[in-house]
C-alpha cells in the first residue's frame, strides 16, 4: 500500500519561495511516476508537473521555469521547489503516485483519474 504524506506548505509573499516534500511509503514498480497536483479556491485540481523513474519531467505552462519537481536518490521523497510564487498559485498542493502518462512519445502529467494514490494535501498561499 502506497502512502504518500505532504509538508512545506505555507504563507509567501509574491516573489517568494517554497520546498513542498511527500514522503513516499511503499512506493512499487507499478506506481513509477510521482506528479504535484494542486487545486485552487473554486477550481478544478490540474497537474503542476511530473516525474517519472527514468528521470524525465513535465511540467504545466502555467509553471514551467518557475517549479522544479525531484525526487531524492532512495525515491522516499519528493519535492517541488517553488519559486517567483504569485496570488494565482495559491491552492492545496497535492502529491499523487501512478503508472505514468505518455502522450505524442513523452511523458505527461496526466489527470487526476491517471494516479491511483494520493497525499492528504497542505496549503499553499501567495500574498500580493
Known amino acids: 500500500q502506497v502512502k504518500l504524506v505532504e509538508s512545506g506548505g505555507g504563507s509567501v509573499q509574491a516573489g517568494g519561495s517554497l520546498r513542498l516534500s511527500c514522503a513516499v511509503y511503499g512506493y512499487t514498480y507499478s506506481n513509477p511516476c510521482m506528479g504535484w497536483f494542486r487545486q485552487g479556491p473554486g477550481k478544478e485540481r490540474e497537474g503542476a508537473a511530473s516525474l517519472n523513474s527514468d528521470g524525465n519531467t513535465r511540467y504545466a505552462d502555467s509553471v514551467k521555469g518557475r517549479f522544479t519537481i525531484s525526487q531524492d536518490n532512495a525515491e522516499t521523497t519528493l519535492y517541488l521547489q517553488m519559486s517567483s510564487l504569485q496570488p494565482e498559485d495559491t491552492a492545496m498542493y497535492y502529491c499523487?503516485?501512478?503508472?505514468?502518462?505518455?502522450?505524442?512519445?513523452?511523458?505527461?502529467?496526466?489527470?487526476?483519474?491517471?494516479?491511483?494514490?494520493w497525499g492528504q494535501g497542505t496549503q499553499v498561499t501567495v500574498s500580493a
Open positions: 499523487a503516485a501512478g503508472a505514468g502518462v505518455y502522450r505524442d512519445g513523452g511523458l505527461d502529467i496526466g489527470t487526476e483519474r491517471d494516479y491511483g494514490y
